[in-house]
């Protein structure tokens, strides 16, 4: 009998192994989009697309307005259906799949949803409690002074910039607990600090192996993990 054959013997994956002597380990790949077409109305805002992000990659999807960069990201996260197409999670289709696969991802839309008569340290506790997340008022003051919100977090959103109301809305990827992230213009009013921070916190979810995907007019150079970039043309 051979080695691998014995009861009891453990599997070793070759290419992994390869892999560890090349000096490197390639990451598993967690999202796979094959052949993806959207139209909408009457006009086709892309079709064939076809992509594959490993654990640890950041991909930044540019291209002027109307060329379909939400509505990618809104198909992505299940909230719109391609005209064809296939995206799978994980090796799974993301139809089959259903919860498990959203209950992975994090979207934020250009459309921050914060509502305007609750705190900021509201505003988090209970966008966590619509996703099934219980975070205590301590955790949510510590999330939102990390944000840049200290002094502010007990007055009504109303009275808050458009940036730190954007800041409000960046808070949940700090509680959220999700591998995919699908951002959709969250850069738009922040300053150099705020976009600092936010760069930052893509690369400690990249270095934990999570995916975020960014739909952006601005560039976002990131230290960690790999990035793609995604150019969508009208």
Same mark, same amino acid.
Request: aromatic share 4%; hydrophobic share 40%.
């Given at each position: 009998?051979?080695?691998?054959?014995?009861?009891?013997?453990?599997?070793?994956?070759?290419?992994?192994?390869?892999?560890?002597?090349?000096?490197?380990?390639?990451?598993?790949?967690?999202?796979?989009?094959?052949?993806?077409?959207?139209?909408?109305?009457?006009?086709?805002?892309?079709?064939?697309?076809?992509?594959?992000?490993?654990?640890?990659?950041?991909?930044?999807?540019?291209?002027?307005?109307?060329?379909?960069?939400?509505?990618?990201?809104?198909?992505?996260?299940?909230?719109?259906?391609?005209?064809?197409?296939?995206?799978?999670?994980?090796?799974?289709?993301?139809?089959?799949?259903?919860?498990?696969?959203?209950?992975?991802?994090?979207?934020?839309?250009?459309?921050?949803?914060?509502?305007?008569?609750?705190?900021?340290?509201?505003?988090?506790?209970?966008?966590?409690?619509?996703?099934?997340?219980?975070?205590?008022?301590?955790?949510?003051?510590?999330?939102?002074?990390?944000?840049?919100?200290?002094?502010?977090?007990? +007055?009504?959103?109303?009275? /808050? !910039?458009?940036?730190?109301?954007?800041? #409000? =809305? *960046?808070? $949940?990827? %700090?509680?959220?607990?999700?591998?995919?992230? +699908?951002?959709?213009?969250? /850069? !738009?009013?922040?300053?150099?600090?705020? #976009? =600092? *921070?936010? $760069?930052? %916190?893509?690369?400690?979810?990249?270095?934990?192996?999570?995916?975020?995907?960014?739909?952006?007019?601005?560039?976002?150079? #990131? =230290?960690?993990?790999?990035?793609?970039?995604?150019?969508?043309?009208?």
């Amino acid at each position: 009998m051979a080695e691998s054959e014995r009861p009891g013997a453990t599997k070793v994956d070759l290419s992994l192994v390869i892999s560890y002597i090349c000096g490197s380990v390639v990451a598993p790949t967690l999202l796979e989009v094959k052949k993806l077409e959207c139209v909408r109305g009457d006009r086709r805002l892309f079709s064939g697309l076809d992509f594959s992000l490993p654990a640890g990659t950041y991909l930044q999807v540019t291209g002027p307005n109307g060329s379909g960069k939400t509505s990618l990201l809104r198909i992505l996260c299940g909230l719109l259906a391609p005209a064809e197409g296939e995206i799978k999670w994980e090796g799974e289709n993301i139809r089959s799949l259903a919860e498990d696969y959203f209950t992975s991802v994090t979207y934020l839309g250009h459309r921050h949803n914060v509502k305007d008569e609750l705190s900021a340290i509201e505003n988090l506790r209970i966008s966590n409690a619509l996703n099934g997340i219980f975070i205590s008022k301590e955790l949510a003051l510590e999330v939102i002074t990390r944000i840049g919100l200290a002094g502010r977090e007990s +007055l009504p959103a109303r009275l /808050l !910039s458009e940036g730190q109301r954007r800041r #409000v =809305a *960046l808070a $949940r990827l %700090l509680t959220c607990g999700t591998k995919l992230w +699908l951002l959709d213009e969250v /850069l !738009s009013s922040l300053d150099k600090g705020a #976009v =600092a *921070l936010i $760069r930052s %916190l893509i690369e400690e979810h990249l270095a934990g192996g999570g995916i975020a995907i960014v739909a952006t007019h601005q560039d976002l150079s #990131v =230290a960690t993990g790999s990035s793609q970039r995604l150019e969508l043309a009208t």
